[in-house]
């Protein structure tokens, strides 16, 4: 049986200019490294037993029959800098699947590779395969990953490393950064187009450029909040790296978090902790200000349309807080929240990061009740806090335990496992990367085999930053 995937292309309808036709860049050795059969049954692929076919398939070596690849335009603030053109400089769309984006990273220079080779190295595509299937286990919108594979060729960052590609799944690739390039452009029409496509495709219950903004608004105000629930810092969270679908797209330097603490930021470039963890509500709102301005050359009125988008924009950053309440609330077994309990989960919030506690395990232990591993315990406002919140849960018609268990994981990938992982996979040992994609896949359930990959980095293990090396 060979490789048959139910292409079909809708992108390629779009005015040309919102993209080039690119075939990946042929490599010298391709190797499968990981093929995730499930997802691949969901996209309608009959799946070949050829593994070379495979390999060559998924590290751009050879197109599949109905693939129309494309590298798309798109534009961005990159750490609050606008920049008139980006596009996929290392990465092409080959087309769709059951609506789903199939879309190879790493594949190569496209005509919007600026000086870069169009290529990726081997860590940050482990790195995004295992974090966003892990982040789709945890119940967070995310692209998926489909494939890795090395390309049997060396390339050049700090030092030559092996090249591979990551096939990236997604419910569409078009970002605010997509929106903002025509807009820049003063082109209407692509404009319209644009937003009449991603309608039809993401938001078809909506019609007008406001209401397709609030629909947008409503989605990454509940990823955000979802990040911050689990401890996710994004890393990069620059307007070419935002979504229209409100899935988490680009996994370069992000993280989650260890020991609890606001400010934590883990991109080496965000020298100025624009993206730090604590900031990633503000930032989402800052990024959807840019969507709405973009989107406002498709208003007659332009007053009047300035007025709205405003509102919309303005309406942000509490619908975010109301949500990221009701996530700490089951964080905390509560899943009937009173104006007090925002005040519960802040001052939880700030032992946490008086102890420096660990985020995942001080609410896997509040869950288990054994909170004496937390060390918050040691702090001397907690035995206020905690006869408060006993009280609290007194009064709760869901029983507190089962909220409690659904919405605080064991597992999350921690970054100095990660970064391990990597290190073992540059020297050939694939064994840790598969463990993680293995038990990632149910991170709320307890596993007596998994308890090592529960523990908080020691001082050595700490990975302070990630360097942008992708
Ligand atoms: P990212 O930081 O991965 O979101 O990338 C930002 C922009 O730089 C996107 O337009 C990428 O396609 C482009 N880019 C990143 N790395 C490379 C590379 N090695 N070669 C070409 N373009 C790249
Ligand atoms: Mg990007």
């Not at 070379?52 to 197109?63: D, K, Q, R, T, Y």
């Not at 503000?282 to 509102?311: G, R, Y």
């Not at 009173?338 to 939880?348: H, Y």
């Not at 029983?399 to 990938?413: C, R, T, W």
Request: with cysteine.
């Amino acid at each position: 049986m060979t490789l048959h995937i139910p292409f079909d292309n809708t992108y390629v309808s779009l005015p040309n200019r919102l993209f080039s036709h690119q075939k990946p860049t042929p490599v010298r050795g391709p190797k499968l490294l990981a093929f995730n059969h499930p997802l691949a049954e969901a996209l309608g692929m009959t799946e070949t037993d050829d593994a070379v076919e495979l390999a060559n398939v998924f590290s751009g070596s050879s197109v599949p029959d109905g693939a129309e690849p494309i590298a798309q335009l798109y534009a961005g603030h990159q750490f609050g800098q606008w920049n008139p053109q980006l596009g996929d400089g290392r990465a092409v769309l080959l087309g769709e699947s059951n609506g789903y984006d199939i879309q190879l990273k790493g594949s190569g220079p496209t005509p919007y590779a600026r000086r870069g080779d169009g290529r990726a190295w081997l860590g940050p595509v482990l790195r995004e395969y295992v974090v966003s299937e892990a982040m789709h286990a945890l119940g967070i919108p995310t692209t998926r990953a489909l494939a890795a594979a090395e390309t049997g060729e060396e390339i050049m960052r700090d030092r030559p490393l092996p090249g591979a590609v990551l096939t990236r799944v997604a419910s569409s690739h078009i970002r605010v950064g997509t929106f903002q390039v025509l807009a820049a452009r003063q082109d209407v029409e692509g404009l319209q187009s644009l937003l009449d496509y991603a309608i039809a495709r993401h938001y078809p219950s909506t019609g007008t450029p406001a209401d397709f903004l609030k629909a947008v608004v409503a989605k990454q105000a509940e990823l955000i909040a979802h990040w911050m629930s689990v401890g996710f810092i994004h890393g990069v969270m620059n307007t070419d790296n935002c979504a229209i679908s409100g899935e988490t797209i680009d996994y370069g330097p992000c993280a989650f978090m260890d020991a609890f603490h606001p400010g934590q930021v883990f991109s080496s470039i965000d020298r100025n902790g624009r993206y730090a963890y604590g900031n990633q509500p503000q930032i989402i709102a800052w990024n959807m200000a840019q969507l709405a301005t973009s989107l406002l050359p498709l208003e007659d009125n332009s007053d009047a349309a300035v007025e709205e988008f405003t509102n919309i924009i303005n309406d942000m950053p509490s619908m975010l807080r109301r949500i990221w309440q009701e996530k700490f609330a089951a964080k905390l077994g509560l899943s009937k929240i009173i104006d007090s309990d925002e005040a519960l989960i802040t001052q939880l919030l700030a032992i946490m990061t008086n102890q420096k506690a660990d985020f995942t395990n001080s609410f896997r232990y509040l869950t288990d009740g054994s909170v004496s591993e937390t060390g918050i315990e040691a702090h001397g406002d907690y035995a206020t806090w905690h006869a408060q919140w006993t009280a609290r849960k007194q009064d709760q018609s869901t029983s507190p335990e089962e909220v409690m268990a659904k919405s605080n994981p064991y597992l999350i990938p921690r970054n100095h496992q990660i970064e391990l992982m990597i290190t073992q996979a540059v020297a050939g040992d694939y064994e840790l990367f598969h463990r993680l994609n293995a038990v990632l896949a149910a991170p709320f359930e307890a596993s007596v085999e998994a308890t090592d990959l529960t523990t908080p980095p020691t001082a050595e293990e700490k990975v302070t930053q990630t360097f942008c090396g992708t």
